[in-house]
């Protein structure tokens, strides 16, 4: 069996979530005895390199417009023959048109993000996952920060892509939830299989920390709640502050802003922090506490998985896949509430024996997304594929 990858992120180039999950999927396919071949739209360069084992093909920076029409113009103009694969299977998919359009072989996709699924995730998971129509995905082209004649463009866009990304032959999505969220935008359930995320085994930790600090790891746009955090670790009483800090770990561009309320408000127990991947095990390993607040439909964040199989109690913001992988193991609140979360937070903070429930039970259900269990679903599902 011999199988195309293609991907948007990949590491070296690309050390985030969608990146790291690459990487574990194609070493666990590889481990499975299939034959893998890796394309990843991260090459500096204006034409495909072969470089580290990995086919590197020109990132959307050489092309105009968003990073959407980029990466299907690279993938479109820069994949060679693929008739030697039994299949492709596209991963992170702004590029899921180009790849269909090129395809002379059949095409799995994993939706792991809403590119193609909803153009406002958030304001989706505000409204209670309405059904996606045309006269939906121009309000929310809206909402999502278009103007004038951006709103129209980006839905005729929405609607091409999607059109085309429904010719792929199977999909796969990470939770039921997210299976939800895309039935909902008109996409044939029965096309749809559900193969989770899938754990670095670098983040194991044989013990439970006790130490009291509340950890949060993300990128800091607004979309991943960092603001919300902040602002429930404020509220919380004074006895409760004066004994725990909050740990911001993560990049970008509601930094100054951070910065700006943690001084403003003389947040001394908040500090904003950075660790390379490589040295966030321990980060999660000797933390008290994760907070997780996204807002929108989030459909499997890798710091689930990181903070279980750490035995780090989780709070969580409540979606369709939180709801569905964090069963009896994390705390919820409402992701618009931010007196819930401060609620939340109290509760679980004064409640050790709370915490450390809540840590044993992430770690009994973290067994459920080792690289093997993982890697042998896709290898199935790619058999019934081409059987």
């Known amino acids: 069996m011999k199988i195309g ?8 180039n690309n050390p985030g979530g ?3 999950s690459s990487k574990l999927i ?10 893998v071949d890796v394309y990843a739209i991260v090459g500096d360069e204006s ?15 050489h092309y105009p417009g968003p990073k959407t029409i980029g990466e299907n113009i690279s993938v479109f103009r820069h994949l060679p023959s693929l008739d030697e694969y039994d299949l492709l299977h596209a991963y992170n998919v702004r590029h899921l048109p180009g790849v269909v359009l090129r395809s002379s072989v059949p095409v799995i996709s994993t939706m792991n993000n809403h590119t193609w699924i909803s153009p406002d995730a958030e304001q989706h998971l505000r409204e209670g996952l309405p059904q996606y129509d045309l006269p939906t995905i121009f309000r929310h082209s809206q909402t999502n920060g278009y103007t004038g004649i951006q709103a129209p463009i980006r839905s005729a866009i929405e609607c091409v892509g999607k059109a085309i990304a429904k010719r792929v032959d199977h999909y796969t999505v990470q939770t039921e939830g997210m ?17 989770p995320n899938i754990l670095d085994e670098r983040f194991r930790s044989d013990g439970i920390s006790s130490e009291r600090y509340i950890l949060f790891v993300g990128q800091l746009y607004d979309h991943k709640g960092p603001l919300e955090v902040i602002r429930a670790f404020d509220a919380l009483p004074r006895r409760l502050k004066d004994n725990w800090n909050l740990r911001i770990y993560g990049k970008g561009k509601l930094k100054s802003k951070i910065e700006a309320i943690i001084s403003e408000k003389d947040l001394t127990q908040v500090s904003i922090n950075y660790s390379s991947y490589r040295k966030l095990p321990e980060v999660y390993a000797n933390a008290g506490l994760l907070v997780h607040a ?5 459909p499997f964040s890798r710091t689930w998985l990181e903070a279980m199989a750490s035995g780090t109690p989780l709070v969580a913001s409540r979606n369709p896949s939180s709801s569905d992988i964090l069963k009896d193991v ?5 992701p618009f509430d931010t007196q819930a979360l401060s609620e939340t937070l109290q509760e679980v903070l004064e409640n050790q024996s709370m915490r450390e429930s809540m840590a044993r039970s992430g770690k009994h259900r973290v067994k459920r997304y080792t690289p093997e269990k993982i890697g042998r679903m896709y290898t199935d599902l790619y058999s019934r594929m081409i059987s």
């Open 179 to 195: 299976k939800t969220v895309m039935t909902r935008s008109g996409y044939d359930p029965e096309k749809i299989d559900v193969i």
């Open 47 to 61: 034409s495909p390199e072969l470089q580290d084992g990995i086919y590197k093909l020109p990132d959307q920076s």
């Open 18 to 20: 969608a990146g790291i």
């Open 26 to 35: 194609v070493d666990s396919l590889r481990d499975e005895g299939v034959d």
């Open 330 to 334: 994390a705390k919820f609140y409402d």
């Open 5 to 12: 990858f293609i991907t948007s992120e990949y590491p070296p």
């Open 294 to 298: 996204s807002k929108y439909t989030e």
